[in-house]
């Protein structure tokens, strides 16, 4: 990333987006931390725990949009990835554990040793350290996505049938993780951590240092989105979307363009499920599920596909209703809300709530410059009469 | 080794026995045709005599069931995808006019240019003044220059044809491929566009495909009928349409 390629990107939208998440992730841990608790202005840490997997889903929410905004790749099975990088970071965090487990067996994680484990499976080696399980937070759901996108491209897989095998893909590996011979807990998953580079993760202040860097994350994933899309790049993948077999006459190697982004966004999916682990303190199978990954494309098409600020709104916005709306009377509906919500938005809203927003402000601002046009031509028009007299 | 060595051909494009067939369809059949360097050739002929398929098959849309297809004399574009092909330097303007609507007519044009289409390249592109100056003559000679900030969804069906072309310019193939240029245009735009088209021949080979006989008589160029997926007739355009045969099937009495 150049500083040419950051200044292109940066229009008033994404500037006002970025101040904003900016000042939440420096002013919600300060006021967690340094006003007394239950202070008017204090955030409680429920709060900034909640509002960091907020976070985390519009990371998730970002990186479908990229792909689904920008190349019209409807990947349903975004969720896996999501779910890899958070396994990732749970295995650092049950290494993490050591003698304090249940068992106290210094290298094996509890569930291995109920399990009668005799030692270490050689694909938890590494996970001790954190550098090690930061990389593979990348490198795991980007090697998926890279071998899965090259099948898939390669064999110009697309639309509908694309986003079935992402389906089967996140629900085969569902599958697989609930295994307990697998190595990764079974249906318990990973939980019960103690500490994330030497701090408690329970803390308060660890809670409000991984809020602020799930922020600065979002901000990054933000600022690199942006610069994929304001370059030429964005231009062919938004050919690619609208015209396929065109790009393909103009000479772009269109597999090679999805499997950049694909692989791109597999990778920031990572990073957002490596930060949402310690901030809910488990992750299992169930994270896996096909439903999550369809709810997610659900965030993006009601903050509005192809904006990036839309899906990041979209991801808190629809994830706010559902914490308000699951913990009443009202749960039980909850589902049905969602799917009302996705239908509504498809017909009323089909640009989601970014995008109409956008085409008003649009509209205005073009009404407002033939108004000023029409009041000048107006004045002449007064002007030649009197001319005349 | 001088290179006529090791060209089988001096055709541009050469053709020779290809057949293709869908189902048992026998959409292309021994059909054989040669395009010399800097030559414009009218491909007419009924609907389903095999215009369309014979460009999916140049371009490499539709591989052939047996037959040749060489290009410059030296590549044999059947082994080729479509993305090579274009690399080559083989352009192509659909039936349809197919520009990128959510993008603006400028961007339509940088898209098509012949620079580099790498991943990386396009990722830490820079614009250069050459490519701008390209886009702007381009912009002039498909007079698009007033709309080049438009969405190219916005334009007419005229100025979309007339962008899509624009775009085949800016990628500056060896070989255009024109299908159905002036369909759905007003006789002026037609009129301009054979201008257009012959102006363009002046630096390029071209091979257009078009229903309109007034418009092919104005271009004045060798004629190919085709019918049934084979050349039915080929000459002057005088030949052909008093060709008996071309007359009994495509033009009729």
């Known amino acids: ?389 | 080794m001088n290179v006529m060595d090791t060209r089988a051909t001096s055709a541009m494009l050469y053709l020779d026995g290809v057949h293709v067939s869908f189902d048992g369809f026998h959409a292309i059949n021994n059909l054989s045709l040669a395009l010399e360097p800097g030559e414009m050739r009218a491909i007419i002929g009924p609907n389903g005599a095999g215009k369309t398929t014979m460009m999916d098959i140049i371009t490499g849309k539709t591989k052939p069931d047996e037959g040749t297809v060489l290009f410059d004399g030296v590549t044999d574009l059947t082994r080729l995808d479509e993305t090579r092909i274009a690399e080559l330097g083989i352009g192509r303007k659909f039936q349809k006019p197919t520009v990128f609507e959510s993008q603006t007519v400028q961007d339509n044009l940088l898209l098509a240019l012949n620079v580099d289409h790498s991943v990386k390249g396009t990722l830490f592109w820079r614009g250069s003044r050459a490519e701008s100056e390209r886009i702007d003559k381009v912009l002039e000679t498909i007079r698009l220059t007033d709309a080049r900030n438009r969405l190219a969804g916005s334009l007419s069906h005229g100025q979309k044809q007339w962008l899509e072309i624009g775009m085949l310019l800016a990628q500056d193939p060896k070989l255009l491929l024109v299908d159905e240029p002036v369909a759905g245009m007003t006789d002026v735009e037609t009129h301009l566009t054979a201008e257009l088209l012959k102006e363009i021949n002046k630096t390029h080979t071209v091979m257009v495909v078009e229903h309109d006989m007034t418009f092919v008589r104005e271009l004045g160029v060798k004629v190919t009928c085709l019918h049934e997926g084979t050349v039915l007739a080929e000459g002057t355009i005088d030949q052909v349409s008093s060709n008996e045969r071309v007359i009994e099937v495509y033009l009729g009495r």
């Open chain 1, 1 to 389: 990333m150049t500083p040419h390629m950051l200044t292109r990107s940066l229009d008033r939208g994404a500037t006002i987006f970025l101040a904003i998440v900016a000042a939440c992730g420096i002013l919600i841990p300060l006021s967690n931390l340094l006003l007394p608790a239950g202070s008017f202005l204090q955030v409680p840490t429920y709060l900034v725990a909640l509002w960091g997997k907020y976070v985390c889903y519009a990371i998730l929410a970002l990186s479908i949009d990229l792909i689904w905004g920008y190349c019209g790749i409807l990947s349903l099975g975004h969720g896996a990835f999501f779910a890899l990088g958070g396994y990732a970071m749970g295995m650092y965090l049950m290494r993490q554990i050591g003698t304090r487990g249940v068992y106290g067996n210094p290298i094996l994680p509890d569930f291995m040793v109920f399990l009668n484990y005799s030692k270490l499976p050689w694909y938890w080696h590494g996970f001790d350290m954190f550098w090690f399980a930061a990389l593979m937070v990348l490198f795991v759901p980007g090697l998926l996505a890279f071998c899965f996108g090259w099948l898939a491209f390669r064999s110009r897989v697309t639309g509908v049938y694309l986003s079935i095998i992402t389906q089967a893909m996140t629900y085969a590996l569902l599958l697989a993780f609930f295994r307990n011979d697998f190595g990764f807990g079974g249906n318990n998953g990973l939980t019960d951590f103690k500490d994330i580079l030497g701090f408690n993760v329970q803390a308060e202040g660890t809670r409000a240092a991984l809020f602020a860097l799930s922020c600065l994350a979002l901000i990054l994933s933000f600022l690199i989105c942006r610069s994929v899309v304001s370059s030429k790049l964005g231009k062919v993948l938004i050919a690619i979307r609208d015209a396929e077999s065109r790009s393909r006459f103009l000479g772009y190697r269109v597999e090679s363009y999805k499997l950049f982004v694909f692989t791109l966004s597999a990778c920031m999916a990572g990073v957002a499920g490596a930060l949402y682990v310690p901030q809910v303190g488990i992750i299992n199978p169930s994270e896996f599920a096909p439903g999550n990954s369809i709810e997610a494309v659900i965030w993006v098409a009601v903050g509005g596909r192809g904006t990036l600020v839309g899906a990041a709104l979209g991801a808190v916005v629809v994830n706010y209703a559902k914490t308000f709306f699951t913990s009443g009377m009202l749960a039980p509906y909850w589902l049905f809300m969602l799917g009302a919500l996705f239908i509504l938005v498809t017909l009323l809203l089909p640009k989601g709530i970014v995008g109409t927003f956008n085409a008003w402000w649009d509209q205005a601002k073009e009404k407002r410059a033939a108004a000023t046009s029409a009041s000048a031509a107006a004045e002449d028009g007064v002007t030649e009469p009197k001319m005349a007299e």
